[in-house]
């Protein structure tokens, strides 16, 4: 059997994630660097020379051009988050397959006029949450799903933040209301709300009431924040996401019967191996003087890092279109449209004074 | 120099925990364990016997025999909750120093009454707040206090939470209205409370507001509940205790330069050690596809379990009292308070149908 040929990959963009994701494109088995567009030919050209593209890859001075080039197969899609609807629409018309930078959207509105596209052009969407491909991520959702180790979720605690510097604060595209109007929310809470959603099975909470005092900057673009999200059947959770903190990433989940904790759950300490802690019905001794059992650190390791395991995903799903007349999986773009929701309820919470808000499907 | 006197001590009441400070009393170098007393002379003869006291011990069959006792330096009391303003109050009219479990009142109104004969009568008052007491604490609080390696809180979560069996939850005093009222908060709740505003300086929060669907039991006692809590400078909290959750107990507080976290803070792995774990100025290589510097461990031994020093420190504080006409130390009651405080509010935004609640000192 003939190998299949390998997806090419057009990049949307110079953005600094750009360069991680194109040495992804590289990487993954599945997938190649094709083209590379920019609204300046000479910064794509530099982009192209810089970030391991072939010799023979193409380089355009817009993104109409990489978009009306048959040879792509799909792209990457890095721009700006109120860019989005624009490119990633005529990206779908132009048949390519999008893989969008989180958050996806503006709001839901937005969001659903992307997938509208994606879905009446037969094109596969997925978002750029790169941790969800990480082997650990799987090994993890294992532990949470066994009724023996874990038993059932009942509260979890998700953060991320980063010490963003002055240079960051005054000029990067997530401090601008015109480009990232969700900042920090869109940014840091992306990755929170979706570990949230992730460890709950992707229902849906009922009710999401957004922390006092998430911090602004002077147009107004969330910099800090947080919330609290309440489910029917009385689980919990809280996050807080911010670019004013030291990195910081972690997920606590708690369970009937089990914990789970991990630090550095969207970019692992290391390259090639990644780690989180598990217990199961912990307890003390006789006097409650110390545990009769800690939490055993599981260690996964990967040759693959996660974000060329993603690139890879991509292009296999695509693959499984372009070659054997597959229908596009809708697992990704379903997770991303409840991503989000959660995301809209709390930016929805903070406009509102705090006020709960229900969400809605 | 002639060695100063051991302080004698009197338990009140044989409760599960009191075995833990029996021993703790006869660890502690300044303290010894003098006298028992129950409602029923033959439990607290059995208790006597099997706890470590002394063959000179006086073994008494009521809390007011005990409190009676001229010889009593001070009294450990384990006692329920919705006890403590009367027991605390007398054993402070006795002139008997009070070391009192938390929570340690019902109410701020009832603590102040507890804090006023307290002070009336030059007694001490302590809560038994145990992981105050290890070295930890006072490392982490290094760390946290230093601005060079942690900066300024930011966020803070913290939880605790066990799973409670069958007949905890059908017959502990803490699962009753009428004894323990505060239930998962005033019992787990005490620690998260009390670790949130340790990181804070002590500083209350200005709004307290309880996470909706709180867990209660059929006769209203909390099981499970949790809260966001804000301060004026836009730093935020969350908590969430529980005894419907496999047992976890976690500090994660992130400040602008430094994160701390710690997964044993209430009761410690092992008896003679325990870590936690210290970042600094965090970051990612150029790629952003791992940490350039990942968080420290740090691990402080101690020789003498958290249990037995915090008995130390009160018999410390007890004899400056006694021998050199020392003032009680006003640090250990002020800080009880201000937990008590907190405490107060979850409860009244739980009561006001999860309502923000103004803290007033």
């Not at 959603?197 to 998430?214: G, H, S």
């Not at 989940?253 to 789970?260: E, P, Q, S």
């Not at 290391?270 to 780690?275: C, N, V």
């Given at each position: ?130 941790w ?24 979890i605690h998700t953060n991320f933040s980063f010490a963003a ?19 920090a929310?869109?940014d840091a809470g992306w990755y929170c709300l979706?570990a949230i ?18 911090e ?7 910099l800090s924040c947080g ?11 809280t996050f807080h996401c911010s670019f004013l903190s030291n990195l910081t990433m972690d997920i606590t ?8 904790h991990v630090h550095d759950f969207i970019i692992p300490y ?6 989180f802690y ?84």
């Open positions: 059997m003939a190998e299949t040929p390998k997806i090419r990959f057009g990049v949307v963009g110079c953005a600094d994630i750009a360069r991680k994701v194109s040495h992804a494109v590289a990487l993954a088995p599945k997938a190649a660097l094709h083209a590379v567009g920019s609204r300046s030919i000479n910064k794509a050209s530099a982009f192209a020379a810089a970030n391991g593209f072939p010799a023979s890859a193409k380089v355009y001075g817009s993104y109409e051009a990489l978009l009306d080039d048959p040879e792509v197969d799909a792209v990457y899609m890095p721009l700006p988050t109120g860019l989005h609807v624009r490119w990633a629409v005529l990206a779908a018309t132009k048949k390519k397959h999008v893989l969008l930078e989180k958050p996806v959207a503006l709001n839901v509105a937005e969001f659903d006029e992307i997938i509208a596209a994606c879905e009446s052009n037969g094109v596969q969407l997925m978002d750029g949450t790169m969800m491909h990480h082997p650990r991520t799987s090994k993890m959702k294992e532990f949470l799903s066994d009724a023996n180790r874990f038993g059932q979720l009942r509260s510097d002055a240079d960051f604060l005054e000029n990067d595209i997530r401090v601008k209301p015109d480009l990232d109007a969700l900042g929310l869109g979706r959603l992730w460890a709950a099975n992707y229902e849906l909470p009922k009710t999401v009431i957004a922390l006092r005092n998430p602004l900057n002077q147009v107004g673009v969330i919330a609290t999200l309440c489910w029917e059947d009385g689980k919990v959770a989940a708690v369970g009937t019967k089990g914990t789970l290391e390259e090639k191996e990644a780690s598990a217990a199961t019905e912990s307890g003390f001794d006789d006097l409650v003087t110390k545990w009769v059992s800690q939490p055993s650190k599981h260690i996964i390791k990967t040759d693959i890092p996660q974000e060329a395991l993603m690139v890879n995903e991509f292009a296999r799903l695509v693959a499984d279109i372009k070659f054997n007349n597959a229908r596009p999986e809708k697992k990704w773009p379903t997770i991303s449209r409840k991503t989000q929701l959660v995301v809209d309820a709390v930016k929805a919470s903070i406009e509102r004074g705090f006020e709960p808000v229900q969400i809605q499907e």
